[in-house]
């Protein structure tokens, strides 16, 4: 199997910035996307970012212009830069991927830990 480590979350004021990441591992495995989503206290689990393999991004419109998505596949890792923080964006965010385990031959998703970002006024 493939385990998801996230780090990176914390406190910070508005307009301020973090980064989070993502790192894979395991082994005989390979990663066809990664994403980024979000659960807000009380509401639902919804994308803020995802990544191919091959580069592709795409974003909630919330998120535009602030947040870029990222990876290194050297290290199986995904970065989530969020500038110009606000409050709103206060959540537990969750990693995501999508991977191909070579052994048992299936497609498989996982979900990572959760890191909480709280963004104060």
């Known amino acids: 199997q493939v385990q998801l480590v996230e780090s990176g979350g914390g406190l910070v004021q508005a307009g301020g910035s973090l980064r989070l990441s993502c790192a894979a591992s395991?082994?005989?495995?390979?990663?066809?996307?990664m994403s980024w989503y979000r659960q807000p206290p009380g509401k639902q689990r919804e994308l803020v970012a995802g990544?191919?393999?091959?580069?592709?991004?795409n974003y909630a419109d919330s998120v535009k212009g602030r947040f870029i998505i990222s990876g290194d596949n050297t290290k199986n890792t995904a970065y989530l830069q969020m500038n110009s923080l606000k409050p709103e964006d206060t959540a537990v965010y969750y990693c995501?991927?999508?991977?191909?385990?070579?052994?048992?031959?299936?497609?498989?998703?996982?979900w990572g830990q959760g890191t909480q970002v709280t963004v104060s006024l």
């Open positions: 990544i191919t393999s091959g580069g592709s991004t």
């Open positions: 995501y991927v999508n991977v191909d385990l070579q052994r048992e031959g299936i497609r498989i998703n996982y």
């Open positions: 395991g082994t005989m495995f390979r990663i066809n996307a």
